[in-house]
């Protein structure tokens, strides 16, 4: 990777960062000698995680509690998420307003009809249960049939139906945007327990959803960073370069890297997750903020999801936290 450019460093050096004291005198700060925690609120304690109707690869409801007590914010602004994947990060966090945003056209739709009443549990229920019962009778033809009719005339029904009866529950579109992932096997998937399952997550987010103040926009995430207000607070989750290369995971070392620029110049305070380092390599990037008013928090995961065997281990995350919203 390559680093920062220099006027780029030039130009953010002359500013303070969301009051922070100059970049040049505020090096990274690690967990462990951070002592601004004690006195700063969490963005919320919770009780129980809870897993959303959608599941994504880089899903972080692992996560969601370590960076939930990471994070201080006063909640004034809005909680911006420019990749929201799943969604399991904003629901089990609840912030009162929110604009969320995802390049995935089909994860959008999904909350927003759910939002408008399209996709109601009731109708869902219904859905899973005839769809699941054709699924039975004719096995395997009929996935790929309903696979087809989705990539032919997309809606929230089949996307729901397909990511919930692939080969291991996530989500991979082709270089056209067509979903292709593999039949899980299991003809009897959509059994009662199943159903009900799925039924009570959009149940869930339903209730969220009709609570608070959330918006949800299908776009690249500049755009959705370039309408912050100083109030508000970025959670930026972007895919992690060479890991899952799909149709909306498209994300290069360069783009991480224009990412990563535009959060150091951002006017509210931001987190981003990332990895730290795996067992082969340490990720470049923490070298390369080494200067900047940063608290970089840590911690050990095992993804048990991936495409490959090498993708299947253990991983230690990182969340960089601007130090004014720091714990
Ligand atoms: C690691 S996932 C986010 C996971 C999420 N935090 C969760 O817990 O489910 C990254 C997301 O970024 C989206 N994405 C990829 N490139 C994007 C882009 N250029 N602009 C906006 N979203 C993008 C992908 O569609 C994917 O949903």
Same mark, same amino acid.
């Given at each position: 990777?390559?680093?920062?450019?220099?006027?780029?460093?030039?130009?953010?050096?002359?500013?303070?960062?969301?009051?922070?004291?100059?970049?040049? &005198?505020?090096?990274?700060?690690?967990?462990?000698?951070?002592?601004?925690?004690?006195?700063?609120?969490?963005?919320?304690?919770?009780? %129980?995680?809870?897993?959303?109707?959608? !599941?994504?690869?880089?899903? !972080?409801?692992?996560?969601?509690?370590?960076?939930? $007590?990471? *994070?201080? @914010?006063?909640?004034?602004?809005? @909680?911006?998420?420019?990749?929201?994947?799943?969604?399991?990060?904003?629901?089990?966090?609840?912030?009162?307003?929110?604009?969320?945003?995802?390049?995935?056209?089909?994860?959008?739709?999904?909350?927003? $009809?759910?939002?408008?009443?399209?996709?109601?549990?009731?109708?869902?229920?219904?859905?899973?249960?005839? &769809?699941?019962?054709?699924?039975?009778?004719?096995?395997?033809?009929?996935?790929?049939?309903? %696979? &087809?009719?989705?990539?032919?005339?997309?809606?929230?029904?089949?996307?729901?139906?397909?990511?919930?009866?692939?080969?291991?529950?996530?989500?991979?579109?082709?270089?056209?945007?067509?979903?292709?992932?593999?039949?899980?096997?299991?003809?009897?998937?959509?059994?009662?327990?199943?159903?009900?399952?799925?039924?009570?997550?959009?149940?869930?987010?339903?209730?969220?959803?009709?609570?608070?103040?959330?918006?949800?926009?299908?776009?690249? @995430?500049?755009?959705?960073?370039?309408?912050?207000?100083?109030?508000?607070?970025?959670?930026?989750?972007?895919?992690?370069?060479?890991?899952?290369?799909? #149709? #909306?995971?498209?994300?290069?070392?360069?783009?991480?890297? &224009?990412?990563?620029?535009?959060?150091?110049?951002?006017?509210?305070?931001?987190?981003?997750?990332?990895? #730290?380092?795996? !067992?082969?390599?340490?990720?470049?990037?923490?070298?390369?903020?080494?200067?900047?008013?940063? *608290?970089?928090?840590?911690?050990?995961?095992?993804?048990?999801?991936?495409?490959?065997?090498?993708?299947?281990?253990?991983?230690?995350?990182?969340?960089?936290?601007? %130090?004014?919203?720091?714990?």
């Amino acid at each position: 990777m390559a680093g920062l450019t220099t006027p780029y460093v030039a130009r953010i050096r002359t500013k303070k960062h969301c009051g922070a004291p100059a970049l040049r &005198e505020s090096p990274i700060v690690s967990l462990l000698n951070w002592t601004g925690a004690k006195s700063r609120q969490p963005i919320k304690k919770i009780d %129980r995680i809870k897993s959303p109707p959608i !599941k994504c690869q880089g899903i !972080k409801t692992k996560l969601t509690r370590f960076i939930a $007590e990471s *994070v201080h @914010w006063t909640g004034r602004g809005r @909680w911006v998420e420019p990749f929201l994947g799943s969604g399991a990060v904003l629901f089990n966090i609840r912030p009162q307003r929110a604009m969320v945003s995802d390049s995935n056209v089909h994860i959008i739709n999904v909350y927003n $009809e759910i939002k408008n009443g399209k996709v109601t549990p009731q109708q869902l229920s219904n859905f899973l249960y005839s &769809e699941g019962k054709i699924l039975l009778q004719k096995g395997m033809e009929y996935f790929y049939h309903v %696979r &087809e009719r989705f990539n032919n005339n997309p809606n929230s029904f089949d996307f729901i139906f397909l990511t919930r009866s692939c080969f291991n529950g996530v989500m991979r579109f082709n270089k056209k945007g067509y979903f292709n992932v593999p039949f899980c096997k299991k003809t009897d998937r959509f059994r009662q327990a199943y159903i009900t399952k799925i039924v009570n997550q959009i149940a869930w987010v339903q209730s969220l959803i009709k609570k608070h103040d959330w918006e949800f926009i299908t776009r690249d @995430w500049k755009e959705t960073l370039a309408n912050v207000s100083r109030d508000d607070f970025v959670y930026a989750d972007p895919p992690y370069s060479g890991r899952h290369t799909d #149709y #909306y995971n498209k994300w290069s070392d360069e783009e991480n890297q &224009e990412l990563i620029d535009h959060l150091l110049n951002i006017h509210c305070g931001f987190a981003l997750s990332t990895w #730290y380092e795996n !067992k082969y390599r340490k990720n470049p990037i923490f070298d390369l903020i080494s200067n900047y008013p940063l *608290v970089v928090k840590k911690f050990d995961h095992f993804y048990h999801v991936g495409s490959s065997e090498t993708y299947r281990n253990k991983m230690i995350e990182a969340l960089v936290i601007d %130090r004014e919203h720091a714990r």
